[in-house]
């Protein structure tokens, strides 16, 4: 279902699964730390931030395109550190953000999201870390240049996309999650297809055809396993 307004989330507690919010969430165990970038790229280093100190779990993290590194960040927090919301601020048209992964993913609370709010026309934003859900997660996008996750997703929890008309939203890698997946708004979504990504699954899926063909039996054997047991979970969708 949909809550129409604000929330608030008092410690430990959490949404649930298949719970949008048509409003802003707050998180009273949580500290907004908003980049400042005078050190270096680094998400760990305790001087990139306006409150000195480190990111750790429960923390909303606002980047900007601001400091030494422009907007070209690392991602070096370890997986321990659970982020309740990663949000990239408008630059004002002026840049672009692109998060690498130097460690390990982005980890996500429960109910955590990430959100891109940048206005910038000409480019997509790209988040090259990967990402590990520890419950339901929401990705949103406003960005008219869109947002691209280069890295997989992964981790237990259903996964909600909020798009509009100028903010899609790309999912470019094999991701594992073992969640849903909604999409709410009316922007657009893109994600790869497992399998035919790289150009050695390409040469993988070719060699197939050099294999020695199946036996009639074994073909009469597969379609009976198809018709009873995958096609009645799959044909109503179509």
């Given at each position: 279902g949909t809550v129409h307004g604000n929330v608030i989330l008092y410690p430990g507690a959490t949404l649930g699964n298949g719970l949008t919010i048509d409003g802003t969430v707050t998180h009273l165990n949580s500290s907004i730390l908003t980049w400042q970038g005078t050190s270096d790229a680094n998400l760990s280093?305790?001087?990139?931030?306006?409150?000195?100190?480190?990111?750790?779990?429960g923390d909303s993290l606002v980047l900007t395109t601001a400091g030494v590194a422009a907007g070209t960040?690392?991602?070096?927090?370890?997986?321990?550190?659970?982020?309740?919301?990663?949000?990239?601020?408008?630059?004002?048209?002026?840049g672009t953000y692109h998060l690498d992964?130097?460690?390990?993913?982005l980890a996500l609370q429960p109910s955590g999201s990430i959100t891109d709010n940048n206005d910038n026309n000409s480019a997509s934003d790209h988040i090259a870390a990967g990402l590990v859900l520890n419950g339901p997660a929401t990705i949103a996008s406003t960005n008219p240049g869109?947002?691209?996750?280069?890295?997989?997703?992964?981790?237990?929890?259903?996964?909600?996309?909020?798009?509009?008309?100028?903010?899609?939203?790309?999912?470019?890698?094999?991701?594992?999650?073992?969640?849903?997946t909604t999409v709410n708004g009316d922007g657009s979504v893109a994600g790869a297809i497992p399998?035919?990504?790289?150009?050695?699954?390409?040469?993988?899926?070719?060699?197939?055809?050099?294999?020695?063909?199946?036996?009639?039996?074994?073909?009469?054997?597969?379609?009976?396993?198809?018709?009873?047991?995958?096609?009645?979970?799959?044909?109503?969708?179509?």
């Open positions: 280093t305790a001087g990139n931030w306006d409150l000195a100190r480190s990111p750790a779990t960040l690392t991602n070096d927090l370890p997986s321990t550190v659970q982020l309740w919301s990663l949000t990239l601020d408008a630059s004002g048209g002026a992964d130097s460690a390990s993913p869109g947002i691209d996750f280069d890295g997989s997703i992964g981790g237990t929890g259903a996964l909600t996309l909020v798009t509009s008309s100028a903010g899609p939203i790309a999912l470019n890698a094999d991701n594992t999650y073992d969640g849903s399998g035919a990504k790289r150009p050695a699954q390409v040469l993988e899926n070719v060699a197939a055809s050099d294999l020695k063909r199946l036996s009639p039996a074994t073909l009469k054997q597969i379609r009976r396993i198809y018709a009873k047991q995958i096609q009645p979970l799959v044909h109503h969708y179509w």
